[in-house]
């Protein structure tokens, strides 16, 4: 473990989603999960914890530090509000909104993220990353999950370390603008995670991108 860092693998199925009539988008039925609140043991404590029973790291630490968890019937109202509100502020930015379960999916095209090779964010796409940190300041129950991915052009440690930097670029500018930075967490990786074949310009085109992964914060 070279850092403190919390990480959480995404693993998105797609089968079973429906589109949306209205936005195009896809989406998979709410998952409604149950909750509480966590004991105050602190961060640590909580991301040790929660390692040892198989917890998602970054819940674990947030639900040690003592920041109030989603229970019930709550999650799925919370998120389809959340849902509902990014795909508002999102609209026309070229960021896709996807659900999946309880989880909500933002994935960010590197054209309109990033120059060509570069980890620095395009001064353009400030307002629509400001925009996605408002709304999840106002949804502050939830853990912010910040992945980058590359095409597979180039060695497979520099696709590593771009695609680390631009998921840093992006939780930086949230943290930026008010978002905690306990709910952040970031992870390049590389081309291991292509969604399009990486033989075409159009396949590697969609493969390099940044996700933000939404989960609700809940204690199981």
Do not use: W
């Amino acid at each position: 473990m070279k850092k403190l860092a919390f990480v959480l693998a995404l693993t998105v199925a797609f089968a079973g989603c429906t589109t949306d009539p209205y936005t195009g988008e896809q989406k998979l039925s709410n998952t409604v999960g149950g909750a509480g609140i966590g004991a105050g043991v602190g961060a640590l404590g909580g991301y040790l914890v929660g390692r040892a029973a198989g917890v998602d790291s970054g819940r674990a630490a947030l639900i040690g530090a003592g920041i109030g968890t989603l229970g019930g019937g709550a999650v799925g109202a919370y998120m389809d509000n959340q849902e509902a509100k990014l795909r508002d502020q999102l609209r026309g930015t070229g960021v896709s909104v996807t659900r999946v379960g309880d989880r909500i999916i933002l994935n960010m095209p590197s054209n309109i993220t990033f120059p060509t090779d570069q980890s620095s964010i395009l001064p353009a796409f400030y307002p629509t990353l400001n925009s996605v940190a408002l709304v999840l300041k106002e949804y502050d129950k939830s853990i912010v999950n910040v992945y980058g991915h590359t095409d597979s052009q180039g060695s497979d440690g520099y696709n590593f370390t771009l695609s680390q930097q631009r998921a840093s670029s992006v939780s930086q500018l949230l943290a930026s603008q008010g978002v905690d930075p306990r709910r952040l967490n970031t992870q390049g990786f590389g081309e291991s995670q292509p969604v399009a074949s990486n033989d075409t310009e159009s396949g590697r085109a969609q493969n390099r991108r940044v996700e933000i992964a939404i989960s609700p914060l809940t204690a199981g």
